[in-house]
T-cell receptor
Framework: GQQVMQIPQYQHVQEGEDFTTYCNSS?????IQWYKQRPGGHPVFLIQ?????EVKKQKRLTFQFGEAKKNSSLHITATQTTDVGTYFC???????????FGTGTRLQVTL | GAGVSQSPSNKVTEKGKDVELRCDPI?????LYWYRQRLGQGLEFLIY????????KSGLPSDRFSAERTGESVSTLTIQRTQQEDSAVYLC?????????????FGPGTRLTVT
């Protein structure tokens, strides 16, 4: 079955440093979504990428979808303590309705 | 409009007992998903419903797990003869449909502890 892996599993940065999480799928994806889960909270949708090579930005967050549509990345510039949480990618294959969530990357930011 | 709601927020049960978890999706959302999240882990897909179509039950871990949904409204996830390994947060999500472009809105989850 489809597998979606994320690296790293955990990253601890100081406020102001940059952060990147990588998402890799075993199969080609029709689209990819990113979610953020704060500690003790539930996942919240951040963004969706559909096109090969697509890049989208949300303030300090930059999302990229690979050319082969099998990988994606989320880059945060100049992290803040409010960025703390676990970031999940989630992808669909073909016309499938089911989202397969990645393993997640937990980000810790300290002053 | 309210978001996705789930009840109870916390449930402690003894091993071997049955539990029923409830999810109220956002009004108008035709798709509903259940996930399991063990402590510090990712989201494990359990089941999804889309309108009146047959549900996709491919993620249910055993026949002790079942779920129902009435039309496009509330859904219940039932776990029979609970085991300690069932302890987790059970998350429900809804979306406007199952088209690949639709985002999922998650409820706050039910934390299940089996003692």
């Amino acid at each position: 079955g489809q597998q979606v892996m994320q690296i790293p599993q955990y990253q601890h940065v100081q406020e102001g440093e940059d952060f990147t999480t990588y998402c890799n799928s075993s199969t080609t994806l029709s689209n990819i979504q990113w979610y953020k889960q704060r500690p003790g909270g539930h996942p919240v949708f951040l963004i969706q990428l559909v096109k090969s090579g697509e890049v989208k930005k949300q303030k300090r967050l930059t999302f990229q979808f690979g050319e082969a549509k099998k990988n994606s990345s989320l880059h945060i510039t100049a992290t803040q303590t409010t960025d703390v949480g676990t970031y999940f990618c989630a992808g669909r294959t073909g016309t499938a309705s089911k989202l397969t969530f990645g393993t997640g990357t937990r980000l810790q930011v300290t002053l | 409009g309210a978001g996705v709601s789930q009840s109870p927020s916390n449930k402690v049960t003894e091993k071997g007992k049955d539990v029923e978890l409830r999810c109220d999706p956002i009004s108008g959302h035709t798709a509903l998903y259940w996930y399991r999240q063990r402590l510090g882990q990712g989201l494990e897909f359990l089941i999804y419903f889309q309108g009146n179509s047959a549900p996709d039950k491919s993620g249910l871990p055993s026949d002790r797990f079942s779920a129902e949904r009435t039309g496009e409204s509330v859904s219940t996830l039932t776990i029979q003869r609970t085991q300690q390994e069932d302890s987790a947060v059970y998350l429900c999500a809804s979306s406007l449909g199952t088209d690949r472009t639709y985002e999922q809105y998650f409820g706050p989850g039910t934390r299940l502890t089996v003692t």
